[in-house]
């Protein structure tokens, strides 16, 4: 039987996509999991997948577009490119040749092919240059099929390059270049990749038709392959591929396994000979040295904006603190039947928010936004959450977070986080946004001016909770306390609006009933 290949669901606001490119042609054999054709949407391209080996039938031309779930081609069975030949039955076997004449067994090259060009996609509407972060495979490398070789970074996230076709790799393009959309970053040589042995000798056609059923199988185009995003986290874990069993259709390594998978163990150190005595004013006696890195795109960009809000933005910062005892006790009492019942932990992040997008329906130029002569006001909370990633400061977006209760708030922030974590953030989810957190208070961070998110008007900086005596009700008592900044853009945010925009978060961060019953 056929199976129609359809259009996926790539993101939440994206209901159709452009067929940009087929890889393969009408009538090509293809492997399951092999990339067949790229989909191209308003904020990235993005590769489609045979989910079964056959031949193809192309239904969707190129630049057509095409609805999600609509069909873009069909796979018709029986079309899987032959195994390699086994050996002949025992029946039909030739002589077994003399043991000290035995000739090796051949070891034939995979066919010649043509030679591709893998250049850089275009990663969204407004990025014009990437920079190349890092080699995943080297020069002369045999590649497979849809194969990370590389990592490239943009000024808002870092994604993989993959390979187009198996071959041999050939570098054209150094780590640390700045490369423009469309320049060619490497080739693939076809045909002269990783060898394909020939048919056993005559003296392995005794063996039982199991094993070569065993063997066929084992040599499955997904068979110990990891998927682009296993193979990066193998390869930052240090761990070989081959030593991982995959749990994905054919024995395809998923991203799980890859998580999952255990780092080699450490080898024995070896013996070092006695450290000689330092020279007289020579300290510890380590040489003195200095290291340069260049800054990432990332990096870069990071720094202009906040330099450009110093230098464009009025920006004040006002402070209060709040008793964190309400929450904690909260959280102590109902933390277990809260993970219980919904799979997440209850932390402190859900409570701010809720808190914030009450805040913001009372004082609603906090969410504000300066465009040309005009200020534009949003109905709507996206409340965007500072993270810190490997490669620099993300804010990811939590959309419509007025709507969230706190579970929904809880489960928005673990996967934006892990997805930061992993530089696997798309530029949908880190665009737009009306207000920021981030919390210094991870870090130890005490007191903290923390600068305005643009175009965003306001940022709200939480800090660690340290117990201190405070008075209450005439009487000195210890309570968990923790101060807080806003940091607000004084051209639309005037002082009465900042100062009672923080107070009233207070307010309902010390009495964490009114964040219930919206009073």
């Known amino acids: 039987m056929s199976l129609e290949i359809k259009v996926p669901p790539v993101g939440e606001s994206i209901t159709e996509v452009t067929l940009s490119r087929w890889i393969k042609k009408d009538g090509d054999v293809v492997a399951m999991d092999e990339v067949i054709a790229e989909l191209e949407s308003d904020k990235a391209t993005f590769e489609l997948t045979a989910e079964q080996a056959g031949t193809l039938r192309i239904i969707a031309k190129e630049g057509d577009v095409i609805p999600v779930g609509a069909p873009v081609c069909r796979i018709e069975d029986g079309g899987a490119a032959p195994a390699t030949p086994a050996a002949a039955p025992a029946a039909e076997a030739a002589p077994a040749p003399v ?29 014009t240059e990437v920079t190349l972060s890092r080699w995943i495979k080297k020069d002369g490398d045999a590649v497979a099929m849809d194969e990370a070789i590389a990592e490239l970074e943009s000024d808002k996230a870092t994604f993989e390059l993959t390979a187009e076709q198996a071959g041999t790799l050939r570098t054209i393009a150094k780590e640390g270049d700045v490369l423009e959309i469309g320049a060619v970053v490497c080739s693939i040589e076809a045909g002269s990749g990783v060898a394909v042995a020939s ?39 240090g761990v070989d591929p081959a030593s991982v069993n995959g749990s994905g259709v054919n024995g395809r390594i998923t991203k799980e396994d890859a998580l999952n998978a255990q780092q080699p163990a450490a080898k024995a150190p ?82 701010f928010t809720k808190a914030v997008c009450e805040a913001l329906k009372d004082w609603p130029a906090v969410g504000a936004r300066i465009e040309g002569e005009e200020v534009v006001y949003s109905n709507f909370a996206d409340i965007s959450i500072a993270v810190s990633a490997p490669k620099g400061l993300v804010v990811p977006v939590i959309r419509n977070a007025d709507a969230m209760s706190l579970a929904d708030i809880e489960k ?108």
């Open 99 to 127: 043991a000290d004449k035995a000739p090796a067994a051949p070891v034939a090259a995979a066919p010649a092919g043509k030679t591709i060009q893998i250049k850089v996609p275009p990663v969204g509407e407004s990025i």
């Open 412 to 519: 928005a922030v673990v996967v934006l986080a892990g997805k930061a974590r992993e530089n696997k953030l798309t530029l949908e989810e880190m665009t737009g946004g009306t207000f920021t957190i981030t919390n210094g208070g991870v870090f130890g961070s005490m007191m903290s001016t923390p600068i305005i998110n643009s175009p965003q008007s306001a940022i709200l900086g939480m800090h660690n909770i340290v117990e201190r005596p405070i008075a209450v009700n005439g009487q000195v008592v210890i309570r968990p306390m923790m101060y807080l900044a806003l940091s607000y853009d004084h051209r639309i945010i005037d002082g009465r609006e900042s100062v009672s925009f923080l107070v009233r978060v207070k307010q309902l961060l010390e009495d964490p009933a009114r964040l219930l019953l919206g009073v």
């Open 199 to 237: 048919a056993a000798p005559a003296v392995a056609a005794a063996a039982p038709a199991a094993q070569s059923v065993q063997a066929e199988s084992k040599s499955n185009y997904a068979s110990g392959t990891p998927s682009p995003a296993a193979g990066k986290i193998l390869a930052e874990k």
């Open 270 to 351: 070896e013996a070092k000979p006695a450290p000689q005595p330092a020279a007289a004013g020579g300290g510890s006696g380590s040489p003195r040295g200095e290291r340069r890195e260049k800054m990432s795109s990332l990096r870069k960009t990071v720094a202009k904006r906040l330099v450009a809000v110093k230098n464009e933005t009025a920006m004040l910062t006002t402070f209060n603190e709040v008793d964190m005892s309400p929450i904690m006790e909260i959280r102590s009492k109902y933390k277990d039947k809260f993970k219980e019942k919904h799979g997440v932990g209850l932390g402190f992040m859900s409570f």
